[in-house]
């Protein structure tokens, strides 16, 4: 769980960059004869260009005054039905000129369901519940190509730039029942992919920053993600691993990982720290007392983070009511964030998140309320 600072190498880069680039100022490569003063202005403004062009980089889209630090999130979410005995069958039909869906969804199905709760078994006859699953449709279109002006070269020329536009959906109804034919719960998925990629490869969801930090990694040889459009086999597993997860979350308790962004800056670090070091409480209490910021722009960073910590304590809560009500207070502050920032993109994957969790423990007080009310 680090924060996300501007690398040393950065301000080297830059530094080198701006003092003997040739494109740094006219004369700066000559040795003869002091540098002019347009020379110096010129190797000042690239190296504030390239500065600044890092500093947005690191931030990566939050804001112009803020960092972010990366934390990570137990997440545990109870069934949203709940499946009898420890013998499950699996069905899944597709269209007819499609059998090889059916048998591949099946089998990530199965493994996902297994590894999520070992309890279960397969059985092809007298299982307690059966699980059906429809593949209603699936496309995966052909990438298109797009081209955009670039920029005006010497000669008057404008290059045309390239980019890719991949897309997927998947759509799966799915239905949970039990030996006997009584419906436990069903389900519509829905899941989508679309994204542009440069002539690099880089996926231009991440931005400018992504270019960059693609450009960074590359040179560092670290690990680099989104750096081609997926082929047609890795769309098609990037639906289904998705499709399945929101299928078995509904049938089964699951845990899993939440990687979450904090901001940093405007008082805020002392939060994140002890946000990193898992301290949730206090951090939540160091940013619901800080003074809100003038800006209201500026303060949905505050308000976004008191989202987190909010979120944090929900899934460290081992009592549906408590979980619910700090995913409920979760859920206000990041609305509230994203009414005072719409332009802020990683505001809007929380709320999400949490509408999901939300779904999940109101359909257990549900269920809870319904077996106390049969006693």
């Given at each position: 769980m680090r924060s996300q600072r501007i690398p040393a190498f950065i301000f080297a880069f830059a530094f080198?960059?701006?003092?003997?680039?040739?494109?740094?100022?006219?004369?700066?490569?000559?040795?003869?004869?002091?540098?002019?003063?347009?020379?110096?202005?010129?190797?000042?403004?690239?190296?504030?260009?390239i500065f600044l062009f890092a500093a947005s980089a690191s931030a990566q889209s939050f804001g112009l005054v803020f960092f972010k630090s990366k934390v990570t999130l137990e997440r545990k979410l109870p069934a949203v039905v709940q499946l009898p005995g420890?013998?499950?069958?699996?069905?899944?039909?597709?269209?007819?000129?499609?059998?090889?869906?059916?048998?591949?969804?099946?089998?990530?199905?199965?493994?996902?369901?297994?590894k999520q709760d070992p309890r279960l078994h397969i059985s092809e006859n007298s299982a307690d519940s059966i699980i059906d699953c429809q593949i209603l449709s699936f496309e995966q279109p052909p990438p298109t190509t797009t081209t955009t002006p670039g920029v005006k070269q010497k000669d008057g020329t404008v290059p045309q730039i390239p980019h890719t536009r991949v897309t997927g959906q998947l759509r799966v109804a799915f239905q949970s029942r039990t030996r006997a034919g009584q419906t436990l719960g069903s389900d519509n998925v829905n899941e989508q992919y679309d994204e542009m990629f440069d002539?690099?490869?880089?996926?231009?969801s991440g931005g400018i920053a992504g270019v960059f930090n693609n450009g960074i990694k590359r040179l560092k040889g670290d690990k680099?993600?989104?750096?081609?459009?997926?082929?047609?086999?890795e769309l098609r597993t990037n639906l289904f691993n998705k499709a399945v997860h929101q299928i078995v979350s509904e049938l089964v308790v699951t845990d899993e990982t939440v990687e979450a962004y904090l901001a940093k800056g405007k008082g805020m670090d002392e939060g994140v720290k002890?946000?990193?070091?898992?301290?949730?409480?206090?951090?939540?209490?160091?940013?619901?007392t800080a003074k809100p910021l003038d800006k209201p722009v500026e303060d949905a960073y505050r308000l976004y983070d008191v989202g987190v910590a909010y979120e944090a304590l929900g899934y460290a809560s081992k009592d549906p009511q408590t979980a619910m009500k700090y995913l409920s207070q979760a859920s206000i502050n990041y609305g509230k964030a994203i009414d005072s920032n719409p332009g802020e993109k990683y505001f809007r994957e929380p709320q999400k998140r949490i509408e999901t969790a939300l779904a999940h423990y109101e359909k257990l007080q549900d269920d809870l309320k319904q077996q106390s009310g049969q006693k």
């Amino acid at each position: 769980m680090r924060s996300q600072r501007i690398p040393a190498f950065i301000f080297a880069f830059a530094f080198v960059f701006a003092t003997l680039s040739p494109f740094a100022g006219t004369h700066l490569h000559r040795r003869e004869g002091p540098v002019s003063i347009p020379d110096k202005f010129s190797r000042t403004a690239v190296f504030a260009a390239i500065f600044l062009f890092a500093a947005s980089a690191s931030a990566q889209s939050f804001g112009l005054v803020f960092f972010k630090s990366k934390v990570t999130l137990e997440r545990k979410l109870p069934a949203v039905v709940q499946l009898p005995g420890t013998s499950v069958k699996i069905v899944v039909t597709s269209h007819s000129n499609a059998a090889d869906l059916a048998t591949d969804f099946k089998s990530s199905l199965t493994s996902e369901l297994l590894k999520q709760d070992p309890r279960l078994h397969i059985s092809e006859n007298s299982a307690d519940s059966i699980i059906d699953c429809q593949i209603l449709s699936f496309e995966q279109p052909p990438p298109t190509t797009t081209t955009t002006p670039g920029v005006k070269q010497k000669d008057g020329t404008v290059p045309q730039i390239p980019h890719t536009r991949v897309t997927g959906q998947l759509r799966v109804a799915f239905q949970s029942r039990t030996r006997a034919g009584q419906t436990l719960g069903s389900d519509n998925v829905n899941e989508q992919y679309d994204e542009m990629f440069d002539a690099s490869g880089n996926a231009q969801s991440g931005g400018i920053a992504g270019v960059f930090n693609n450009g960074i990694k590359r040179l560092k040889g670290d690990k680099i993600e989104n750096t081609h459009p997926p082929t047609p086999g890795e769309l098609r597993t990037n639906l289904f691993n998705k499709a399945v997860h929101q299928i078995v979350s509904e049938l089964v308790v699951t845990d899993e990982t939440v990687e979450a962004y904090l901001a940093k800056g405007k008082g805020m670090d002392e939060g994140v720290k002890d946000a990193e070091a898992g301290l949730w409480t206090r951090a939540l209490e160091s940013w619901e007392t800080a003074k809100p910021l003038d800006k209201p722009v500026e303060d949905a960073y505050r308000l976004y983070d008191v989202g987190v910590a909010y979120e944090a304590l929900g899934y460290a809560s081992k009592d549906p009511q408590t979980a619910m009500k700090y995913l409920s207070q979760a859920s206000i502050n990041y609305g509230k964030a994203i009414d005072s920032n719409p332009g802020e993109k990683y505001f809007r994957e929380p709320q999400k998140r949490i509408e999901t969790a939300l779904a999940h423990y109101e359909k257990l007080q549900d269920d809870l309320k319904q077996q106390s009310g049969q006693k």
